[in-house]
């Protein structure tokens, strides 16, 4: 895996180690390097680990997803740009974009919009659920956004009920888990990927969640179970 990761690098798509989906590094996504030497020493450390990419400034990935409702027919008319096959059975289309938006496209369910701000799974990542790789379908050259998807574009807010938390932002979801005891450490975990799930919050929050599990012992195994049972529960 590690040589694929540098490929990105070379390609100036900044990388980071995944457990699934969930970021190992300190910082999540912002720990991102395309420095070979940090790359190298990161699979030294996560041989095993998938890889998560920065799109680029100037890069807008729509990420389809199908068990959200998400399809490619929404989405139509576009140009044949670079495209993903996720390991969930979804897609990744990679796009030209100028602007700064992060967050979900209008007119439809199941579809996000990743930019710079966030990250995704790239290829030949494996889904921690599915089992099945994430794969190119294409090499075809990036394209631009097309107006009508452009348009589209609507920014993620925070809702209330996070807000609802210390922290309006999600980061007293971050602090519960921080501050959790001995004995309360899964359940308020649970709850806290729940709680950030149920308001739409994004990969980055949830990966702050891991990282504070991480910073009161737990391991990677309970924090991805953890995770998992969340979504379960949140289907």
């Known amino acids: 895996m590690v040589e694929q ?5 070379r390609a100036n798509i900044p990388v980071l180690p995944l457990s699934g989906k969930i970021p190992r590094t300190e910082h999540g996504k912002d720990d991102a390097t395309t420095d070979p030497r940090v790359i190298r020493a990161w699979w030294r450390q996560f041989p095993d680990a ?3 990419v920065r799109p680029p400034t100037g890069v807008a990935v729509l990420d389809v997803d199908p068990r959200n409702g998400g399809t ?6 576009y140009p044949e740009t670079r495209m993903a096959r996720t390991g969930s059975g979804g897609w990744h289309l990679w796009f030209r974009f100028d602007g700064e ?12 919009v990743k930019t710079h701000r966030g990250y995704l799974v790239a290829p030949p990542s494996v889904h921690p659920e599915t089992h099945q790789r994430y794969t190119w379908s294409n090499s075809a050259p990036i394209q631009p956004l097309p107006a009508h998807l452009r348009a589209r574009i609507r920014p993620v807010h925070h ?13 007293g979801l971050v602090k519960v888990v921080a501050a959790a005891r001995e004995g309360e450490r899964n359940n308020l975990l649970f ?3 729940v709680t950030a799930m149920e308001e739409g919050a994004d990969p980055q929050l949830l990966a702050d969640i891991a990282g504070a599990a ?6 990677e195994y309970e924090i ?6 969340a979504e379960r529960h949140r289907i």
Request: hydrophobic letters at 35%; a positive charge.
């Open 72 to 77: 490619l027919d929404s989405l139509r008319p």
């Open 224 to 229: 991805e179970r953890t995770l998992r049972s």
């Open 191 to 193: 709850w806290s990927f």
């Open 159 to 171: 809702p209330i009920r996070v807000a609802a938390v210390p922290g309006g932002d999600g980061s």
């Open 101 to 112: 938006s992060r967050g979900r496209l209008g007119g439809g369910p199941g579809v996000d």
């Open 50 to 52: 998938n890889i998560g």
């Open 5 to 9: 990761a540098l490929a990105y690098a």
């Open 214 to 219: 991480r910073s009161i012992g737990l391991s």
